[in-house]
């Protein structure tokens, strides 16, 4: 148990439609990431937030979002959902902004079937 | 971003020690490298990091060439429970506003452990 929590584990909603991934990182941990894995994709970065403020940004689409609250935990929003948004999504956490050397750990992810 | 460089797959005997190779041959002097696996669709799991010497925990050990130009994930005793994806990373180190701190994932090898 990484201690990063996700939820929900398993979501399937239709075309079009908007859902909300929630994460709760590990304690203490200030930094949170959000990844995508899709079979073809392999995993990709998409977003971070360092205690409420946005850090970097890889491949998210403009139809995402995601933010952080000052609980520490983190929602990322997914709207005008598409069949090739099916995927996994992970959430990590770390405990420093950036240092090469601190860790980041992983939760269990959130399946999400769009149909 | 340094780009590391990993067969997509090797086999191992249960019992015998897996060594997994790992070409970083642009990276920079701060940069750490890291491994993480991902056992079948669940979240990945850090196993190691290292800058320059060699390190060892109780999942695993890293040997990282003196040039810091590769480097080889050694586990002593593969069981079938380690058969998993194993990432190779070079933790990238930017300024965005602050500093990130994300990974960045490969392909990584694909390791079967054989009964």
């Known amino acids: 148990d990484s201690g990063v929590t996700q939820t929900p584990k398993h979501l399937i909603t239709a075309t079009g439609q908007r859902v909300t991934l929630r994460c709760s990182p590990r304690?203490?941990?200030?930094?949170v990431y959000w990844y995508q894995q899709s079979l073809d994709q392999g995993l990709q970065f998409l977003i971070q937030?360092?205690?409420?403020?946005?850090?970097a940004k890889g491949n998210i689409l403009e139809r995402f979002s995601a933010q952080q609250f000052p609980d520490l935990h983190s929602e990322l929003n997914l709207s005008s959902l598409e069949l090739g948004d099916s995927a996994l999504y992970f959430c990590?956490?770390?405990?420093?902004?950036?240092?090469?050397?601190?860790?980041?750990?992983f939760g269990e992810g959130s399946w999400l079937t769009v149909v | 971003d340094a780009k590391t460089t990993q067969p997509p797959s090797m086999d191992c005997a249960e019992g015998r020690a897996a060594n997994l190779p790992c070409n970083h041959s642009?990276?920079?002097?701060?940069?750490?490298v890291y491994w993480y696996r991902q056992i079948h669709s669940q979240g990945p799991q850090y196993i190691i990091h290292g800058l320059k010497n060699n390190e060892t925990n109780e999942m695993a050990s890293l040997i990282i060439t003196e040039d810091r130009k590769s480097s080889t994930l050694i586990l002593p005793h593969a069981t079938l429970r380690d058969t998993a994806v194993y990432y190779c990373?070079?933790?990238?180190?930017?300024?965005?506003?602050?500093?990130?701190?994300?990974?960045?994932f490969g392909t990584g090898t694909l390791l079967a452990v054989q009964p």
């Open positions: 642009t990276i920079s002097g701060n940069e750490y």
């Open positions: 990590a956490s770390s405990v420093e902004e950036a240092s090469s050397g601190n860790t980041i750990y």
């Open positions: 937030y360092y205690n409420g403020e946005e850090r």
């Open positions: 990373i070079v933790r990238v180190a930017e300024e965005y506003g602050g500093a990130t701190n994300k990974l960045i």
């Open positions: 304690s203490g941990d200030l930094s």
